[in-house]
């Protein structure tokens, strides 16, 4: 039976604790993973480098376009289905990956609060001040709500997880897994068992497999914030390394490949120039229309990823998929 608390148990500074809290950059010691990719053929630049201050700005800016549909669709689904979603798994501790602002969980913990029930919410993200933040907003808002923040990688914070006697229901939103390779997706999964125990939910919302138009319009808004944030990356490296990248000697790429069911964001360089990363004692040569990989992002058939969650260990309980843009949030059940 879940807690049913008449007044809060605590104020709101006391109901938050940090179980990790990581003070390491964590790019500190990616500069050979930068050399390695960009002597590569074709060359790549980890996705990781869009999300710094600028480009989240960016990223968040592209979010709220007309065209971008993954986040306001997957907003609506939790909105409509939160009620079913907890009917399902009971009102269970939350863990999530990636929780940022934890904007959309908000939907979730509020259908606790309708019913004055305690929540215990593990946000796990690498970004510390956000998560601190988030968390102080949550308690403000939610007075039966217990925050564990855990500020490290997805890997890492599983880890961390204290045991606990009972079922949790384990959360990825925002179609993040989509944008791993296979390999990694499959560590993901792998660790997200290891983590869990029989009974145990995970809630993932994914995109999925549709007319190419939309996938389109939304990497390419009409705004340009995507595909500014995605040169960010060159300002990025930059920063962090000593560059010196002219951006104006670059333009974006976005494909949507319907064969592979993936779209794929590359950055093209347009003259042949030379660029030098002072700090990591690599020059790199670029011939004009070289392609550079930057991201890619699998829009799921919703059939072959049951069976990759079923081969992981997770067991399809229930799935809304959104007619007109075509996104999904699975609940599954871990075996």
């Given at each position: 039976?879940?807690?049913r608390?008449?007044?809060?148990?605590?104020?709101?500074d006391?109901?938050?604790?940090?179980?990790?809290?990581?003070?390491?950059?964590p790019?500190?010691?990616?500069?050979?993973?930068?050399v390695?990719?960009?002597?590569?053929?074709?060359k790549?630049?980890s996705?990781?480098?869009?999300?710094?201050?600028?480009?989240?700005?960016?990223?968040?800016?592209?979010?709220?376009?007309?065209?971008?549909?993954?986040?306001?669709?997957?907003?609506?689904?939790?909105?409509?289905?939160?009620?079913?979603?907890?009917?399902?798994?009971?009102?269970?501790?939350?863990v999530?990956?990636?929780?940022?602002?934890?904007?959309?969980?908000?939907?979730?913990?509020?259908?606790?609060?309708?019913?004055?029930?305690?929540?215990?919410?593990?946000?796990?993200?690498?970004?510390?001040?956000?998560?601190?933040?988030?968390?102080?907003?949550?308690?403000?808002?939610?007075?039966?709500?217990?925050?564990?923040?855990?500020?490290?990688?997805?890997?890492?914070?599983?880890?961390?997880?204290?045991?606990?006697?009972?079922?949790?229901?384990?959360?990825?939103?925002?179609?993040?897994?989509?944008?791993?390779e296979?390999?990694?997706?499959?560590?993901?999964?792998?660790?997200?068992?290891?983590?869990?125990?029989?009974?145990?939910?995970?809630?993932?919302?994914?995109?999925?497999?549709?007319d190419?138009?939309?996938?389109?319009?939304a990497?390419?808004?009409?705004?340009?914030?995507?595909?500014?944030?995605?040169?960010?990356?060159?300002?990025?490296?930059?920063?962090?390394?000593?560059g010196?990248?002219?951006?104006?000697?670059?333009?974006?790429?976005?494909?949507?490949?319907?064969?592979?069911?993936?779209?794929?964001?590359?950055?093209?360089?347009?003259?042949?120039?030379?660029?030098t990363?002072?700090?990591?004692?690599?020059t790199?040569?670029?011939?004009?229309?070289e392609?550079?990989?930057?991201?890619?992002?699998?829009?799921?058939?919703?059939?072959?990823?049951?069976?990759?969650?079923?081969r992981?260990?997770?067991s399809?309980?229930?799935?809304?998929?959104e007619?007109?843009?075509?996104?999904?949030?699975?609940?599954?059940?871990?075996?």
């Amino acid at each position: 039976m879940p807690a049913r608390l008449q007044n809060s148990e605590a104020t709101s500074d006391t109901r938050i604790r940090y179980l990790v809290r990581s003070t390491v950059d964590p790019l500190a010691q990616d500069g050979p993973n930068v050399v390695f990719n960009l002597s590569g053929s074709p060359k790549k630049i980890s996705p990781i480098y869009v999300y710094d201050k600028r480009g989240t700005d960016l990223f968040e800016r592209q979010c709220a376009t007309p065209e971008y549909y993954l986040r306001r669709v997957e907003s609506q689904l939790l909105s409509w289905y939160a009620g079913d979603i907890v009917e399902l798994c009971g009102f269970l501790p939350i863990v999530e990956l990636g929780a940022g602002t934890s904007e959309k969980t908000r939907i979730l913990l509020a259908e606790y609060a309708e019913r004055g029930t305690r929540c215990d919410y593990f946000p796990i993200d690498v970004d510390t001040e956000t998560l601190w933040n988030s968390a102080q907003e949550l308690v403000s808002a939610f007075p039966f709500l217990f925050v564990y923040c855990l500020g490290t990688t997805y890997h890492k914070g599983l880890r961390a997880l204290p045991p606990y006697p009972g079922a949790r229901l384990f959360m990825f939103l925002g179609s993040s897994l989509g944008n791993m390779e296979w390999q990694e997706i499959g560590d993901l999964l792998s660790e997200l068992f290891d983590s869990g125990r029989r009974g145990d939910y995970f809630l993932l919302g994914a995109d999925l497999d549709k007319d190419p138009a939309i996938i389109d319009r939304a990497y390419n808004d009409s705004a340009g914030y995507g595909p500014r944030s995605t040169l960010n990356m060159l300002e990025h490296l930059n920063r962090r390394y000593g560059g010196n990248f002219v951006t104006d000697n670059f333009r974006y790429r976005s494909k949507y490949d319907s064969r592979m069911r993936r779209n794929e964001v590359r950055i093209e360089s347009l003259v042949d120039q030379t660029v030098t990363l002072t700090a990591l004692g690599i020059t790199v040569s670029f011939g004009a229309a070289e392609l550079i990989d930057a991201e890619v992002m699998w829009k799921f058939d919703p059939e072959e990823l049951g069976s990759v969650l079923d081969r992981a260990g997770f067991s399809m309980v229930h799935r809304w998929i959104e007619p007109i843009y075509r996104y999904g949030l699975f609940l599954l059940r871990h075996k």
